[in-house]
């Protein structure tokens, strides 16, 4: 049995040769760091971290048989659409600086009209996997900027130094920050066994301190006192 190959008289190398061309123009994903943040149009500028390998002919060089792999750097994409969690009426959203690591993905089609109108939408280009329909997943870390302290037992929302600190464990949530503001029309506190409120300087219920307060009225007997002062 002859191959297809041999039927049609081509060789591997060429087939392989033409699949590495076809493959080399395929976007796919590729880590990126955030040279800047709108956050009125809620989108970013990413510098591409791996340079693209192509040939090109060094200086002087007559002809394209003197071509040479050369790692060129690929410009700034802009207008890149951040991935975060979110859905109707509620969003997880991060404070995305300059340097910010993320991976750049790119869609399989021009994604023009559905960014404009937010509705199904023809092609407006004909692109695919093309470098301007990227967006931005953010997550991926190198090695230099990897966390320390990582638990292993717990889901934890934290700053690098766990300075502040919302923590998930089994039966136990922790919450730590050097100030904490909890607002609410109505908020209830129930232990089933015992609530500890505890304050190193000053403990205050309704503007009074806990621990120091006086209250107006005091009498001897089986009088109730006044209120707090």
């Known amino acids: 049995m002859y ?16 699949a590495w061309q076809w493959a080399c123009m395929l976007r796919v994903a590729i880590p990126g760091k955030v040279l800047s943040f709108d956050t009125d149009k809620q ?3 990413v510098q591409p971290m791996i340079q693209e390998l192509v040939l090109l002919p060094p200086p002087g060089a007559t002809n394209t048989s003197q ?9 700034p994409i802009q207008d890149v659409i951040p991935i ?12 995305i600086s300059v340097g910010t690591e993320c991976l750049l993905i790119f869609a399989d089609m021009c994604i023009d009209g559905w960014w404009q109108s937010g509705n199904i939408s023809s092609q407006l280009d004909r692109r695919r996997h093309d470098l301007s329909d990227a967006f931005a997943l ?7 900027n990897k966390i320390s302290n990582y638990s292993t037992s717990s889901l934890q929302i934290r700053s690098d ?3 502040t600190l919302i923590e998930l464990a ?17 908020i209830n506190i129930t ?26 009225g005091v009498s001897t007997g089986g009088s109730d006192t006044g209120p707090v002062v």
């Open 191 to 216: 232990g089933s066994t015992n609530v500890d409120i505890e304050g190193n300087s000053t403990t205050k219920i309704d503007g009074k301190v806990f621990i120091s307060h006086l209250h107006s």
């Open 43 to 45: 989108v970013c500028v």
């Open 84 to 95: 975060m969690m979110r859905v109707p009426g509620w969003s997880i959203t991060f404070p």
């Open 3 to 18: 191959s297809i190959q041999e039927r049609l008289g081509l060789s591997t190398e060429a087939i392989e040769g033409s």
């Open 138 to 144: 953010f997550g991926p870390w190198s090695q230099p």
């Open 161 to 163: 130094d766990q300075a």
């Open 67 to 75: 071509n040479i792999p050369t790692s060129v750097t690929i410009k």
């Open 170 to 186: 089994p039966n136990v949530i922790n919450i730590k920050a050097d100030t904490i503001t909890i607002q609410g029309k109505q």
